[in-house]
């Protein structure tokens, strides 16, 4: 509950690419039919067998859903067809980037939605911390550092990750976390900092998103980790 009108209307567009991975897509998208209302929409780019909307059961508003297939161009690939799709609409503000494979939290896009237009400003985009699907008391990934002098990505958290009752994972979701930047499971990012820093490159394997937000920060654009 606010005392005061938001700073500004946001608009969020959720691209999600994909590539055979239909029961784990099904699960996020049954995640996000209740709160498809908190966005402008969902967009789906499909990189792997076709006719994805006849194997996918979608609920809600069917105009909010969007599904374009393409040959396989990776994650980049897919992810900056998402982009393209999406700014097209005037009423999108932010891009909100998501892997197939995950699961959010009911709520996630009406509390992010808030964020953005009380606290975040357009030159700051979102990362989302990772938790582990198998043990859901394992933090993964609060995002990303880059060594220059190496030429290497660094993580925040050893690769196996420390539990949430820790006082390790504690401190670091109790604050607001500047990174270099997050993984695409969970990117959100303004319509301006598109319109200056342009799209990501077309690396098909890897280092897109490590490519992506050092560029935005370097413009800018900094990466910070969402507490909680």
């Given at each position: 509950?606010?005392?005061?009108?938001?700073?500004?209307?946001?608009?969020i567009a959720v691209v999600v690419c994909t590539r055979d991975r239909d029961p784990q897509l099904q699960v996020l998208v049954d995640q996000i039919?209740?709160?498809?209302?908190?966005?402008?929409?969902?967009?789906?780019?499909?990189?792997?067998?076709?006719?994805?909307?006849?194997?996918?059961?979608?609920?809600?508003?069917?105009?909010?859903?969007?599904?374009?297939?393409?040959?396989?161009?990776?994650?980049?690939?897919?992810?900056?067809?998402?982009?393209?799709?999406?700014?097209?609409?005037?009423?999108?503000?932010?891009?909100?980037?998501?892997?197939?494979?995950?699961?959010?939290?009911?709520?996630l896009f009406c509390r992010l939605r808030s964020a953005l237009s009380y606290v975040v400003s357009p030159e700051t985009c979102l990362g989302g911390a990772m938790i582990d699907l198998d043990q859901r008391d394992?933090?993964?990934?609060?995002?990303?550092?880059?060594?220059?002098?190496?030429?290497?990505?660094?993580?925040?958290?050893?690769?196996?990750?420390?539990?949430?009752?820790?006082?390790?994972?504690?401190?670091?979701?109790?604050?607001?976390?500047?990174?270099?930047?997050?993984?695409?499971?969970?990117?959100?990012?303004?319509?301006?900092?598109?319109?200056?820093?342009?799209?990501?490159?077309?690396?098909?394997?890897?280092?897109?998103?490590?490519?992506?937000?050092?560029?935005?920060?370097?413009?800018?654009?900094?990466?910070?980790?969402?507490?909680?």
């Amino acid at each position: 509950v606010c005392d005061r009108p938001p700073e500004r209307q946001v608009g969020i567009a959720v691209v999600v690419c994909t590539r055979d991975r239909d029961p784990q897509l099904q699960v996020l998208v049954d995640q996000i039919v209740p709160q498809i209302g908190d966005v402008e929409s969902c967009i789906i780019v499909n990189q792997g067998k076709v006719a994805l909307k006849n194997r996918l059961v979608l609920e809600g508003d069917q105009k909010k859903y969007r599904i374009f297939e393409q040959d396989n161009l990776g994650g980049a690939g897919g992810f900056t067809r998402g982009i393209m799709e999406a700014l097209k609409d005037q009423n999108v503000t932010h891009v909100l980037l998501m892997d197939d494979d995950v699961e959010v939290d009911a709520g996630l896009f009406c509390r992010l939605r808030s964020a953005l237009s009380y606290v975040v400003s357009p030159e700051t985009c979102l990362g989302g911390a990772m938790i582990d699907l198998d043990q859901r008391d394992r933090l993964l990934s609060i995002g990303h550092g880059f060594d220059p002098i190496k030429a290497m990505t660094t993580d925040f958290l050893p690769r196996k990750g420390v539990r949430l009752g820790e006082t390790e994972a504690r401190s670091f979701l109790e604050r607001p976390l500047d990174v270099d930047f997050c993984g695409w499971w969970f990117f959100c990012f303004s319509r301006q900092a598109v319109e200056v820093n342009g799209l990501p490159l077309p690396l098909f394997l890897r280092g897109d998103d490590a490519e992506y937000g050092l560029r935005l920060k370097r413009a800018g654009f900094p990466t910070v980790m969402w507490p909680g």
